[in-house]
C-alpha cells in the first residue's frame, strides 16, 4: 500500500534557507544542504525547495544548491520558484532534481505545462498553485480563485478548473497551497484539498497551515491528499519529523516508518 | 567499474551521484566499446517507452544492452529500463527489447477492468516490496523498508519465476523482475535512501552464478 508522504518545504533566498509569514519578514533560518541533510536522515519522503530569490540573475545560486543537495540525499526533491522556461526546468533537473514546479508562470503561460511534460515526462512537473477562498460566482463556480505574486494578485481563474486544466496539459502532480491558511499554523484548508484531491487523477500535495500533527492526518485522510508539506513546524524544533510520523502511524495513517 | 547507460531517457545523474556517495566507480555513457568493456551495466530510464526505444536504436544501445545480458556480466534495470526489457508495453503500443517474455500493463487498464476506484496515477511515492525469494541483490533489506515509485505502467513477466518480488497498490504487480546475470526494478533505488543504496551496494558486488 502507498505511503501518505511527509515533505518538508525549505524557502531559500540566494542560498540561505528563510521562513517569512504570508510572503513576509523572512528570516534566515540556516544552510538548506544541512537542512535537507538534516530531513533526509531523520525520515523525510521527499523535499520541497522555493527559490524566493528576487533577482533571476542570482538564479546560479540556487542551481548551486540543487547540485550539493542532489550529492547529500538520496530521496526525491523539487524546486520551484522562478522557473519560467524550459532552459530553468533543465537546469534545475540537470542539477539533480526529481521534478520542478511551476507555479505563476503556467498560470502567464500554460503551455509551459505540456512543454515540460513533453521534454521532461509528467513525472517531472508540478503545477504550484496558490489558491484563496472567494466565495462561488459565475466566473468562481468552485469558490476558489488562483492568486499570484505571494496572494496578492487575483487571476479571475477558477482553482478546480484550473486544477483539472493543469493535469489535461499533463501536470505530474499538484502542489496546493492555502494563501488563507498559510503561516496560520491553524491547519491545513480541508474542503479545498478534498475538493481538488477528488477531482484530479493525479496526486496532491497539500499545503499551508501545518502547526500540529493533528492537522496532517486530518489532511491526509478527510482532505484526502496523497502528501502533506510542513515548514515552521519542524524548522522550529516545535515537532521532529519522527514525533509526526509516530503519532500519524498510531492514528492509522499510512506512513513510511522505516528509513 | 559501472557503466551507466546514457539514451537521453531522463535523469541519469541520480543513478551516478548514488554510486559514487557508496564510492562505487561509474560512468555515464554511450559508448558501446565502454559498455562492453564494463563489468557491471545499469539500464535506467524516465520517461516513455517508444521514445526511449527510438532513442536507444538509433545509438545502437539496443544491441548493446542484449550482448551485455548475454555475457553474462551483471545487469539492473531501473524503472523505464526495467519496462523495455520485456517485449511490448501499452504505452504507445511500443516494441521494446524483448530479453524477458512478457508485457507492460496500464495501471489505468486494469484498474477499469476490475473496477478499482480512487488510487491515483501514477502510482507514485514510496510502497513496500514483498520479495519472493531470497536474492543477493536484495539482501539485508528489511520487511518494512520502503522504495520510491513513479510509474504509470508496470512490467509484468510471462514467466512468473521471472518475478522476484511484488507490490500492493490496488493490484498486486512485480515490482522487482529478472532471471541470472539480470535483475530489474520499477523503483528508483537510487531515491529510495539508505535501503535503496543497499541495493546498489549489493549489485556492485553481484557475482551471478
Redesign the interface.
Known amino acids: 500500500?502507498?505511503?501518505?508522504?511527509i515533505i518538508p518545504c525549505l524557502d531559500v533566498r540566494e542560498g540561505r534557507t528563510t521562513k517569512g509569514i504570508k510572503f513576509k519578514n523572512n528570516v534566515d533560518i540556516g544552510d538548506p544542504v544541512e537542512m535537507a541533510l538534516m530531513y533526509?536522515e531523520a525520515g523525510a519522503?521527499e523535499i520541497v525547495f522555493y527559490d524566493i530569490t528576487a533577482s533571476h540573475e542570482k538564479r546560479d545560486i540556487m542551481i548551486d544548491v540543487v547540485r550539493k543537495v542532489?550529492?547529500t540525499i538520496?530521496?526525491?526533491f523539487s524546486v520551484g520558484g522562478g522557473i519560467r522556461t524550459l532552459e530553468d526546468m533543465r537546469d534545475v533537473?540537470?542539477a539533480?532534481a526529481?521534478k520542478v514546479s511551476v507555479n505563476s508562470a503556467a498560470v502567464r503561460n500554460p503551455e509551459i505545462i505540456s512543454q515540460g511534460a513533453a521534454a521532461?515526462?509528467?513525472?517531472?512537473i508540478v503545477l504550484g498553485m496558490d489558491v484563496k477562498h472567494v466565495g462561488k460566482s459565475e466566473q468562481i463556480p468552485s469558490g476558489y480563485e488562483i492568486v499570484i505574486n505571494g496572494g496578492r494578485k487575483y487571476m479571475g481563474m477558477d482553482a478546480l478548473a484550473w486544477a483539472l486544466k493543469g493535469q489535461a496539459l499533463g501536470a505530474?502532480?499538484i502542489c496546493l497551497n492555502s494563501i488563507d491558511a498559510d503561516g496560520t499554523k491553524d491547519g491545513y484548508e480541508l474542503t479545498l484539498t478534498e475538493l481538488i484531491s477528488s477531482s484530479v487523477?493525479?496526486?496532491v500535495i497539500a499545503s499551508g497551515g501545518a502547526g500540529h500533527p493533528v492537522h496532517l492526518r486530518d489532511v491526509l485522510t478527510q482532505g484526502k491528499a496523497?502528501?502533506a508539506l510542513i515548514a515552521s513546524m519542524v524548522h522550529y524544533g516545535t515537532y521532529t519529523m519522527p514525533d509526526i510520523k509516530s503519532y500519524l502511524d498510531h492514528e492509522g495513517v499510512k506512513i513510511?516508518?522505516?528509513? | 567499474m559501472i557503466a551507466v547507460i546514457d539514451y537521453d531517457a531522463?535523469?541519469l545523474?541520480?543513478v551516478s551521484?548514488?554510486l559514487?556517495?557508496i564510492n562505487v566507480e561509474n560512468v555515464i555513457t554511450n559508448d558501446i566499446k565502454l559498455i562492453e568493456s564494463a563489468e557491471r551495466i545499469i539500464f535506467p530510464g524516465?520517461?516513455?517507452a517508444g521514445s526511449a526505444m527510438k532513442s536507444l536504436t538509433r545509438l545502437g544501445l539496443d544491441k548493446a544492452i542484449r550482448q551485455a545480458v548475454e555475457s553474462g556480466k551483471p545487469v539492473l534495470g531501473i524503472c523505464l529500463g526495467t519496462q523495455i526489457i520485456l517485449q511490448k508495453s501499452q504505452e504507445n503500443q511500443a516494441k521494446c527489447l524483448g530479453i524477458i517474455d512478457g508485457t507492460v500493463q496500464a495501471f489505468s487498464e486494469i484498474f477499469q477492468s476490475r473496477g478499482i476506484k480512487g488510487l491515483?496515477?501514477?502510482?507514485?511515492?514510496?510502497?513496500?516490496i514483498d520479495l519472493k525469494a531470497d536474492h543477493p541483490v536484495f539482501a539485508g533489506l528489511?520487511e518494512?523498508?520502503?522504495f520510491?515509485?513513479?510509474?504509470g505502467y508496470y512490467p509484468l513477466p510471462d514467466n512468473l519465476s521471472q518475478v522476484i518480488a511484488t507490490t500492493?497498490?490496488g493490484i498486486e504487480f512485480p515490482s522487482i523482475i529478472g532471471m541470472n546475470n539480470l535483475v530489474a526494478t520499477q523503483f528508483?533505488p537510487?531515491?529510495?535512501?539508505?535501503?535503496?543504496?543497499t541495493i546498489l551496494k549489493n549489485f556492485s558486488s553481484w557475482e551471478p552464478c
Open positions: 500500500m502507498l505511503s501518505k508522504r533526509y519522503d542532489a550529492e538520496f530521496i526525491p533537473l540537470l539533480g526529481e521532461f515526462g509528467n513525472q517531472c505530474g502532480e487523477d493525479i496526486p496523497d502528501a513510511r516508518s522505516a528509513w | 531522463g535523469n545523474t541520480s551521484r548514488a559514487s556517495h524516465v520517461g516513455a491515483k496515477i501514477p502510482h507514485m511515492g514510496w510502497n513496500r528489511k518494512n523498508d520502503e520510491y515509485f513513479v510509474h500492493d497498490y528508483h537510487e531515491k529510495s535512501g539508505n535501503p535503496g543504496l
